[in-house]
């Protein structure tokens, strides 16, 4: 299998005024301390959190109840983990000051044995590991483990990582194929993936086999979860597929269940493939990504279009208006896309990654940092939502935070890290996956080089490329050519040469030189996007696409009824760009028709009696910028002649 390299902290470094510098500038300035307040009770703005609080009643320093969900620790340990990908590219002694001390508590609240949850600590110690299908204590270390290595690799501190290794430790104690131990794994999949990443800071194979353990155990009979609930005589139902638990992982063949804890699992299923050279792994892992983002992905990247369960359904089974796309579901989509494009270059991972970034993740913070949408509809209709009493009806505006809160601080981790996920290399050169200004460095031939790129992607498909070295070297450059352009362009030293795609991606294989520049064109226009026929949901709709950015229509634009909107189809859109709109986020104007009917008249019409329509004008905006202003109506899919 092929296996790239993806460049870490010190590969890639951000250049300014670029759109991801921006989103990463403002998780640095805004949203880590605001989260912080949060989750120290101290932010008048938003609801208690308690996961400070816990932390200190774990530790005896007060006293008190835990308060908060079962899972209230990985709050804490998404937000370490953010810290440490913002240390990495940005040093702040007061915020490593802040992170230092929040360790150091950690390390007071963790048991002599290695154990640390809080709420079992503080709640229920008596009932430890004897619910590990619904009570998050793996997942809970999993989180722990990710923000200690993010912390590790950027300060080189080991405090924090000593934790999580003794935790690791007692763990291995409770579980595994010995007698006495569980024969189990984890309820919501995490420290799955999250021990592959400590093995790789620590050189320790013990952690990998444990992953693998709790990977290839998954599923088999006699179920664990079947037999843990019997142990406790828990009587209810339980669907097995919920958890990805319903045959072992490499029989997996659809996407079952809810959808984080599987983008979890797979993103685990791609490490191991890489780490262990696993083909049936990654044959797995290639068959789930077909019917995930073939027959189970909204135009935006959201996956897991129920809220029952918070899970995917059948096969192109995507409402609009009851899309639950869980902003954390977005997230461990472009986890696992990364992955798999470590191990199976194809751009097709690259797309999906993109558009799940730009649209599915974006859309969950506000432009300001300190709101979130927890689900992720493709339709709102305010008027009605009072009256739903499905777990679907999602408020109208972003909330400060969330009883349930793991997709602010999830959004938070995978910002701070965007630079990891620009760049792969290998022996032959260098992949270029996203497109932002930004420098990435690596060695070949006996020395360093400098890949330094200028864009103003997403808006403009002209990216340009100039390369830093001493000496003259030969490798390869391999540009991913996006999914949704046509007629992708390449220069070098202003010449134009031959597009040659494999895989989605354009190689430019060639002796450098210092200082050579190369190009990339890739035109942008204004798609009319039509969905697969049988998603029923979009029949007779298009939606609104340029470049990576999928485009909605909202009330505060176009008032209300936007279902009534009818595209023109002969009148090509127009993409505007207006410094003073919406923070300078530019918008797409296009000419439809809207009927003239009123509320005044009959509810219902002979179709010979039904007034003429009026033409208008509609402005969309991108996506992940709505409700940002007004509350009101939104709408991604419209009808059209």
């Not at 308690?50 to 620790?73: C, H, P, S, W, Y």
């Not at 007779?540 to 950015?549: D, N, S």
């Not at 279902?563 to 009148?571: E, G, R, T």
């Given at each position: 299998m092929d296996k790239l390299k993806a460049m870490g902290d010190a590969n890639v470094t951000l250049q300014d005024s670029s759109f991801w510098s921006e989103r990463v500038q403002l998780v640095r300035e805004t949203v880590l301390?605001?989260?912080?307040?949060?989750?120290?009770?101290?932010?008048?703005?938003?609801?208690?959190?308690?996961?400070?609080?816990?932390?200190?009643?774990?530790?005896?320093?007060?006293?008190?109840?835990?308060?908060?969900?079962?899972?209230?620790?990985?709050?804490?340990?998404?937000?370490?983990?953010?810290?440490g990908y913002s240390l990495a590219t940005h040093p702040d002694k007061e915020l490593e000051r802040v992170a230092d001390e929040v360790i150091d508590l950690l390390e007071r609240a963790q048991e002599p044995?290695?154990?640390?949850?809080?709420?079992?600590?503080?709640?229920?110690?008596?009932?430890?590991?004897?619910?590990?299908?619904?009570?998050?204590?793996?997942?809970?270390?999993?989180?722990?483990?990710?923000?200690?290595?993010?912390?590790?690799?950027?300060?080189?501190?080991?405090?924090?990582?000593?934790?999580?290794?003794?935790?690791?430790?007692?763990?291995?104690?409770?579980?595994?194929?010995?007698?006495?131990?569980?024969?189990?794994?984890?309820?919501?999949?995490?420290?799955?993936?999250?021990?592959?990443?400590?093995?790789?800071?620590?050189?320790?194979?013990?952690?990998?086999?444990?992953?693998s353990y709790f990977i290839d155990e998954r599923g088999q009979e006699p179920n664990f979860f079947r037999m843990e609930a019997e142990a406790r005589k828990d009587p209810r139902h339980y669907n097995f597929a919920y958890s990805q638990a319903h045959v072992p992982v490499r029989e997996q063949e659809t996407a079952e269940g809810h959808s984080v804890r599987a983008m979890y699992l797979y993103s685990a299923m791609a490490d191991l493939a890489k780490e262990l050279d696993d083909d049936s792994l990654l044959q797995a892992c290639r068959k789930l990504w077909n019917n995930v983002t073939q027959k189970k992905m909204y135009i935006t990247g959201g996956i897991g279009s129920s809220a029952y369960e918070e899970a995917f359904t059948v096969d192109y089974d995507l409402p609009n208006d009851r899309a639950y796309t869980e902003t954390c579901a977005a997230i461990g989509l472009v986890f696992w896309a990364h992955r798999m494009l470590q191990i199976d270059v194809n751009a097709d991972y690259g797309d999906v990654m993109e558009r799940a970034l730009y649209n599915g993740v974006l859309s969950g913070m506000s432009m300001d940092g300190k709101k979130y949408f927890y689900v992720n509809p493709l339709e709102v209709w305010p008027t009605t939502a009072n009256h739903r009493h499905d777990m679907a009806s999602v408020k109208t505006t972003r909330q400060s935070w969330f009883g349930c809160a793991c997709c602010p601080p999830n959004i938070a981790r995978l910002l701070a890290s965007i630079h990891r996920y620009l760049y792969s290399y290998d022996d032959e050169g260098i992949y270029v996956h996203l497109y932002s200004n930004s420098e990435a460095r690596w060695e070949t031939s006996g020395q360093r080089v400098t890949l330094a790129q200028q864009s103003q992607y997403p808006w403009d498909g002209h990216i340009q490329f100039e390369v830093q070295m001493e000496r003259p070297a030969e490798f390869a450059t391999r540009l991913r050519i996006p999914g949704w352009t046509r007629e992708a362009q390449i220069r070098v030293n202003g010449h134009p040469i031959a597009v040659n795609v494999e895989n989605g991606y354009a190689t430019v294989q060639r002796q450098w030189n210092n200082g050579d520049q190369l190009e990339l064109?890739?035109?942008?226009?204004?798609?009319?996007?039509?969905?697969?026929?049988?998603?029923?949901?979009?029949?007779?709709?298009?939606?609104?696409?340029?470049?990576?950015?999928?485009?909605?229509?909202?009330?505060?634009?176009?008032?209300?009824?936007?279902?009534?909107?009818?595209?023109?189809?002969?009148?090509?859109?127009?993409?505007?760009?207006?410094?003073?709109?919406?923070?300078?986020?530019?918008?797409?104007?296009?000419?439809?028709?809207?009927?003239?009917?009123?509320?005044?008249?009959?509810?219902?019409?002979?179709?010979?009696?039904?007034?003429?329509?009026?033409?208008?004008?509609?402005?969309?905006?991108?996506?992940?910028?709505?409700c940002n202003r007004e509350p009101g109506e939104m709408c991604v899919w419209l009808r059209t002649e």
């Open positions: 301390p605001y989260q912080w307040r949060i989750l120290n009770d101290t932010e008048p703005d938003a609801p208690p959190s308690f996961t400070i609080r816990n932390l200190r009643i774990a530790a005896k320093e007060i006293d008190g109840e835990f308060n908060g969900m079962v899972f209230q620790d990985s709050d804490l340990a998404k937000w370490l983990e953010a810290v044995n290695g154990y640390l949850d809080t709420y079992f600590i503080v709640k229920e110690p008596d009932k430890k590991w004897t619910n590990v299908r619904d009570w998050h204590e793996l997942y809970c270390a999993g989180h722990l483990i990710e923000g200690a290595v993010a912390y590790f690799e950027a300060t080189g501190k080991r405090k924090a990582l000593d934790i999580v290794c003794r935790l690791v430790t007692h763990i291995s104690t409770k579980f595994g194929p010995e007698p006495g131990k569980l024969m189990g794994y984890p309820g919501h999949e995490e420290i799955e993936l999250a021990l592959v990443k400590l093995y790789r800071a620590t050189g320790d194979y013990k952690y990998l086999e444990l992953s064109i890739l035109p942008m226009h204004v798609e009319r996007v039509v969905a697969n026929k049988f998603v029923r949901a979009n029949a007779g709709k298009v939606a609104l696409q340029r470049g990576p950015i999928v485009y909605c229509v909202e009330e505060v634009d176009n008032g209300t009824n936007l279902s009534d909107i009818v595209l023109k189809k002969q009148l090509e859109p127009e993409f505007h760009v207006d410094k003073e709109f919406l923070q300078g986020v530019p918008y797409i104007t296009v000419q439809a028709w809207r009927s003239s009917l009123n509320s005044d008249q009959n509810l219902y019409l002979p179709f010979d009696e039904a007034t003429e329509r009026v033409s208008t004008e509609i402005r969309a905006v991108p996506y992940f910028s709505w």
